[in-house]
């Protein structure tokens, strides 16, 4: 018969090997085996599974067949639990793992609110103490704007400015960018761009270095941009011939709007070697010696658009319709007309026109003014609203020029039929045309009298 031993102490791995504790003797253990100890009658062996359970009593503690073991023997037995930074299957290399601060919506690795600072300095927390944190001083720090993005923001708007004429919006610009060392700069790219365009848009460069003086430049400043201009004098000089003229009427006029000192002519003397920029400040000297010479430097780049008078202006659209009906040029009377540079009173020039068409009478004259006013149209020399509130004016002012010409509400609707189909008026337009009342015939039966208003 095989004996039974029951072995109790034997400590079973996760990986099959087997350990026999101390306290088993190995003769003992050999016996039981052989199965010559005399407790067990049979000699057979009798194995209990083991069985490893997880306790939440703390990392160290190990229950092995209902027992607890300390910490030395929970090392021996491999304890296994969640916590464990130990290789769970016995392959690994024996080192802890990766110490990581934990995922999304973690609190962090533990000592990390150590690190925390317990000062606050925003105002808005909760936990700030404006007796504590006094000592802390938050300065606001405006970045200056670089040059290339002055560049980038200033020319739109100038460009604009020629447009509209409007100063402050320029002023609300520069203020916004923070111009510090660069406003210098603007001085040079306001004259490098008056140089490119016409006596009215350098008119109006004048009014706007005025207009800065005193709200974003300084006299300083300006003077330190016509310097810079007149360094680079010769490379404007290629792009525009008589540049050297032009900027000396610019600093004559900047003396005469009291931007510049009378004498900052006079600190360049002696020490200039270009020829050009002694050519400018020649220019502006002369301008300046001149008899009630700061007076006549208000118009020096003569008056041009809406500054002239109204009756000059209507006087010149006259002559230039007149001038197309003798010669029939339409490509010289509409540079004629953006000479004008009234795009806003573009109305007039259609008023004129249809007023000569009616004293004139003849259909030679309506269908030149029909075709002159549609290769405005579509050229948008004339826009579609100047070209509506001209016809309207002449609708309004028909009953004053049928005083003068009799037949003027035949002849309107002859000519407002030929612009209709022609596509210089829209329909709605045509429609609005006024019609006068047909006169009465004895034969009709009431002796041509007009008929009583019923009230």
């Keep these: 018969m095989t004996t039974e031993v029951e072995v109790s102490n034997v400590e079973i791995f996760q990986n099959g090997d087997s350990e026999i504790p101390e306290e088993v003797n190995g003769n003992e253990f050999t016996e039981v085996l052989n199965g010559t100890d005399s407790q067990s009658p049979g000699g057979r062996i009798i194995r209990k599974a083991k069985r ?43 080192l802890p793992k990766k110490g990581g601060a934990g995922g999304k919506g973690t609190w962090g690795a533990p000592g990390d609110e150590i690190l925390v600072e317990e000062r606050c300095k925003d105002s808005n927390d909760p936990n700030y103490d404006s007796e504590s944190e006094d000592e802390y001083v938050v300065e606001k720090i405006d970045l200056e704007v670089s040059l290339e993005e002055l560049k980038k923001v200033l020319q739109p708007v100038i460009s604009e400015y020629f447009n509209h004429g409007d100063t402050f919006e320029v002023q609300e610009t520069l203020i916004e960018l923070k111009l510090r060392s660069l406003k210098p700069k603007v001085i040079e790219m306001i004259l490098s761009m008056a140089l490119d365009h016409k006596c009215t848009h350098r008119e109006m460069s004048s009014i706007l270095i005025s207009d800065l003086y005193g709200k974003v430049l300084t006299s300083d400043d300006i003077a330190s941009g016509f310097d810079d201009v007149l360094s680079s004098l010769s490379d404007l000089t290629i792009d525009t011939p008589d540049a050297p003229t032009v900027i ?142 001209g016809f309207k004016r002449v609708y309004d002012a028909l009953p004053d020029i049928t005083l003068d010409v009799p037949a003027a509400y ?39 009298r007009l008929k009583e208003q019923i009230m």
């Excluded at 596509?423 to 002796?447: A, C, N, T």
């Design 52 to 94: 490893f359970h997880r306790q939440n009593s703390g990392p160290d503690a190990l229950v092995l067949n209902g027992e607890t073991k300390n910490a030395t023997q929970a090392k021996q037995a491999l304890a296994v639990n969640k916590n464990s930074r130990k290789s769970r299957d016995g392959r690994g290399r024996g």
């Design 248 to 389: 000396g009427q610019f600093i004559a006029r900047a003396v005469a709007d009291d931007c510049l000192p009378p004498k900052y002519m006079r600190s360049y003397k002696g020490n200039v070697e270009c020829s050009q920029t002694v050519s400018a400040l020649e220019k502006a000297e002369l301008l300046l010696s001149k008899k009630h010479g700061i007076v006549r430097l208000d118009n020096i780049w003569g008056t041009g658009g809406g500054i002239r008078p109204v009756k000059y202006l209507v006087k010149q659209m006259v002559m230039l319709l007149k001038e197309y009906l003798a010669a029939g040029d339409i490509h010289e009377a509409t540079q004629c007309l953006q000479e004008l540079e009234v795009p806003h009173f573009h109305h007039e020039v259609v008023y004129e026109a249809t007023v000569i068409v009616l004293e004139d009478g003849s259909e030679r004259s309506a269908d030149m003014m029909c075709n002159l006013l549609k290769s405005w149209g579509d050229t948008l020399v004339l826009t579609p609203e100047q070209m509506c509130q």
């Design 410 to 448: 035949t002849l309107l609707e002859r000519f407002a039929t030929l612009c209709h189909k022609g596509g210089v008026i829209s329909s709605d337009l045509f429609q609005e045309l006024p019609q006068r009342g047909r006169k009465r015939f004895v034969s009709e039966g009431d002796g041509g």
